[in-house]
């Protein structure tokens, strides 16, 4: 069983400083009044456009096996494979930030606006990530409310193409939770439209079963290094909720 979260605009809006990280400008760069307008025209843009969906649902341990195992091409090292067997807590998820955002996007690089094309893709990359991490905050504080808690509980989130969990998992994914019903579908590539959108599990549990080096013979071709950040939040403040 499934159900609608709902996620405000202005809980995701990126900060400035997180847009301009976001496209590769130093924190101690100069920003000119193009830049400037660039990035206010970007939100207004998110603003009036975006329309944020999202749906959750608990899942067994014994039923994630099988959306984990997915199509039998995950790496054997993958570190969510010893990490949710020692989850309290598992929660899939998709998230979307709408069809009309990624229209806008695609038609201003159609329209050879890459620039303005650029940094809403950023804004809308930006704030799909922070629905994220208010989709976890929201199910610590719901989870808190339904148990004891203790300091070193935490919830992160895993995606389908990252750390080993290879992207085909989201057929599973799919079949389970039925993002269609938020207008999210997948094609044979294990891609999702609109583009802006966001799928995974939440991973309930003392802090100690996130922990893992980033060793990994995948880490060497990875380009995002999340779990670098990941480390960083095991201690943010939206954990300490519990």
Known sequence: MTDPVHITLDGIIPSNRH????QGI???AVINDKITILIEKSLD???SEAHPCCIAG????SDFDEIFRGEGQNEEEAPLKTIYPKADHLVLFALTMGHEVSRRIAGFFKNNDYALGSM?????????DNSVGFLESHVAKKLAGNRPATNS???LNYSPGYCGWHISAQKKVFQYLHPEQIGITLNDSYLMTPLKS?????????KAIHNFD?????CRTCKEQTCLERRERLSAANYSTF
């Open 19 to 22: 847009i301009l990280h976001g």
């Open 153 to 155: 509980d935490v919830v």
């Open 120 to 128: 809403l893709d950023t804004v809308a990359s930006l704030a799909a």
């Open 198 to 206: 966001a799928t995974g599990v939440l991973v309930h549990g003392d």
């Open 58 to 61: 608990d899942v067994s341990g």
């Open 45 to 47: 843009i998110f603003s």
């Open 26 to 28: 130093p924190p101690n």
């Open 214 to 218: 980033n060793s990994f013979s995948f």
